[in-house]
């Protein structure tokens, strides 16, 4: 749990509902963790309670480890039904994504029609649709995948990380803000690169290396003409077959430095309803570090990557081919796009662009 003391007079407490321990998920560190600070300095205090502990959090998407995920589970419940007792004390309540990971929407169905209390909604992915990983398999029939309507229906507001993800919430509520996942550029800053050959990068957990998996014909033929390095920086050693490939573990102190060694950035995604509401966030991190990116038209890619202008699309295996080949020979073209991405970000994607934003839709539901 994470108290965050305001240092004002007046303090409003904030109490966030999370799936995972602070500082450990992408989800939540760039949807609603960086701008913690700022409610902080602004009269909030803020408890955030996660569903998994550390410990079975670190074993979550492992393979077998069925008796910590069960006793984490069964934790994750006693600690779900003991904060209902501080749900009168806050003045405003936060529900990332779901309460709990299993069953109907029952902790949401308490706070909103037992102690009728208010509630922002927020959520970054199609998380109405069947997507259970490999190691969790088992999880897919005890899923409760049409809650995400009922508690977009009770919430005060819903907050969604794409436009996608707004026209689905708006089945339920009318009350749905866009706020895309943003980055911090205060942080994310470019950086001076060092490579003797070019790198193309992607970085992603291990979960999602189907995402990589369409585009290794065109790495296989682009490795007869080019020398390059295919760098993925993952969670787990990803072990493509490809002489270009070099994998970098994902370490929260290198993460920036790793990116900002990325000539070329990518992010291919299929064409299906899950892709359609990702939030781009590699792309953001490509493109705020100065990393020339390309990727695939899907849901909010083509919002952050305008074509020739802040980065490239690439629509089929030709275009794949024919783009990657191009950056590959012309440092040049690669460099054109670089300080027009820059600004975009700064100026639609980064948490100074929406801090108020949020900021404004706390104070507006708190009692």
């Known amino acids: 749990m994470l108290f965050c003391l305001s240092k004002t007079f007046e303090v409003k407490k904030l109490l966030i509902i999370a799936p995972y321990p602070l500082g450990e998920a992408p989800s939540q560190r760039f949807r609603f963790e960086q701008y913690l600070s700022h409610f902080e300095k602004n009269g909030w205090q803020c408890e955030l309670h996660s569903f998994w502990s550390i410990s079975a959090w670190k074993v979550l998407y492992q393979k077998g480890k069925y008796f910590q995920k069960f006793f984490g589970l069964l934790t994750g419940f006693a600690r779900r039904f003991f904060l209902l007792f501080r749900i009168r004390s806050a003045d405003a309540i936060f529900i990332h994504r779901e309460a709990a990971p299993i069953g109907p929407p029952f902790f949401e169905w308490v706070i909103a029609k037992i102690f009728h209390r208010k509630f922002i909604y927020d959520f970054d992915d199609a998380i109405w649709k069947p997507n259970v990983s490999a190691s969790n398999g088992f999880a897919n029939r005890f899923k409760w995948y049409n809650k995400v309507g009922s508690i977009c229906k009770w919430a005060s507001v819903v907050t969604c990380g794409n436009k996608y993800l707004c026209e689905y919430a708006f089945q339920f509520n009318h009350s749905v803000e866009f706020i895309p996942t943003t980055i911090d550029t205060s942080y994310h800053l ?52 490809l002489k270009s490939y070099r994998f970098i573990e994902w370490k929260k102190e290198t993460e920036i430095s790793e990116l900002q060694q990325f000539d070329i950035g990518i992010m291919p995604l299929p064409n299906d309803e899950w892709s359609k509401g990702k939030c781009g966030f590699k792309l953001l991190q490509y493109m705020a570090v100065g990393v020339p990116s390309v990727a695939s038209p899907v849901g909010v890619n083509t919002e952050i990557v305008l074509d020739k202008l802040t980065g490239w699309i690439a629509s089929t295996d030709s275009d794949w081919q024919k783009i990657l080949s191009t950056l590959l020979q012309n440092k040049t073209e690669r460099e054109s796009v670089i300080e027009n991405a820059r600004t975009h970000i700064e100026n639609n994607y980064s948490v100074n662009a929406m801090r108020e934003k949020y900021l404004t839709l706390l104070n507006s539901i708190s009692k």
């Open 190 to 241: 470019p950086g001076k690169k060092n490579n003797t050959i070019p790198v193309i990068g992607w970085t992603g957990s291990h979960s999602t290396t189907y995402y990589l998996n369409a585009l290794m014909p065109v790495f296989k033929k682009i490795e007869e003409q080019f020398q390059f390095e295919l760098r993925i920086i993952s969670n787990k050693d990803l072990q493509l077959p």
